[in-house]
T-cell receptor, first 115, second 111 residues
C-alpha cells in the first residue's frame, strides 16, 4: 500500500542511549518532514528535507540529527537520548509545488519513552 | 513563525449533534489543511482549503483568507468522529512546504 512507513512503532530508551528512527515513502514525494507531538502542544517540526540531498532545521531541532538517504528515506537520529525527548514522532511527506502542497501524508508514528 | 490558534480546545457532543471548530492564524497563508487524528494516533488529511468552501460528506470547511480564519463543520456527528482535529497552515511565500500546526480540538462524541 502506498504511504509513509515508520519504524519502530514503540521504543523505550535509557538516558544517554542513541537510536535512529526510520522513515520511507513510496509516493515519489520530494519533501519529507519529522514532527514531534507532545500532549497539548500540537505537532512541532524538528527537521525537514525539501529535496534529496538537503535538510533544514525546524522549530525544535536540538538533540536531533537527520539524514536524507535518498528520495524515499529520511531518518531521524537521537545521539544521546534525554527524558525531554519522550514524545510521539511522526514522519510525513508531501509534493510541494509553488504555493501548494499536495498529498501531505503522515506515517503512523513512533512512541518513544526515555527513562 | 506563523501562529495558529484553535478553538475550542475540547468539545463533547452527543451523537447526532452538529459542531463548528475554528482556526485563526496570524499571517497570510497560501495553504491551509485540516487533519483528523483518530484515537489510535493516525493523522488523516481531511481538507486542503487555502480559501473558499469545500464539502466531503458530513464534513465541510470554509476559509476566509482575508480575515485569517477557517472553520470546520461537522454535521450529524458520529462516535467515529472522535479524536483530535488539527488545523495547519503554510506561510505565504514559503518555498519549503513546511506546515505550522495549531494545538488541536479534542472532540468526544458519545452514543
Amino acid at each position: 500500500n502506498a504511504g509513509v512507513t515508520q519504524t519502530p512503532k514503540f521504543q523505550v530508551l535509557k538516558t544517554g542511549q542513541s537510536m535512529t528512527l526510520q522513515c520511507a515513502q513510496d509516493m515519489n514525494h520530494n519533501s519529507m518532514y519529522w514532527y514531534r507531538q507532545d500532549p497539548g502542544m500540537g505537532l512541532r517540526l524538528i527537521y525537514y528535507s525539501a529535496s534529496e540531498g538537503t535538510t533544514d532545521k525546524g522549530e525544535v531541532p536540538n538533540g536531533y540529527n537527520v539524514s536524507r538517504l535518498n528520495k524515499r528515506e529520511f531518518s531521524l537520529r537521537l545521539e544521546s537520548a534525554a527524558p525531554s525527548q519522550t514524545s510521539v514522532y511522526f514522519c510525513a511527506s508531501s509534493e510541494f509545488k509553488g504555493a501548494s502542497s499536495y498529498g501531505y501524508t503522515f506515517g503512523s508514528g513512533t512512541r518513544l519513552t526515555v527513562v | 513563525g506563523i501562529q495558529v490558534e484553535q478553538s475550542p480546545p475540547d468539545l463533547i457532543l452527543q451523537e447526532g449533534a452538529n459542531s463548528t471548530l475554528r482556526c485563526n492564524f496570524s499571517d497570510s497563508v497560501n495553504n491551509l489543511q485540516w487533519f483528523h487524528q483518530n484515537p489510535w494516533g493516525q493523522l488523516i488529511n481531511l481538507f486542503y482549503i487555502p480559501s473558499g468552501t469545500k464539502q466531503n460528506g458530513r464534513l465541510s470547511a470554509t476559509t476566509v483568507a482575508t480575515e485569517r480564519y477557517s472553520l470546520l463543520y461537522i454535521s450529524s456527528s458520529q462516535t467515529t468522529d472522535s479524536g483530535v482535529y488539527f488545523c495547519a497552515v503554510m506561510e505565504r511565500g514559503s518555498t519549503l512546504g513546511r506546515l505550522y500546526f495549531g494545538r488541536g480540538t479534542q472532540l468526544t462524541v458519545w452514543p
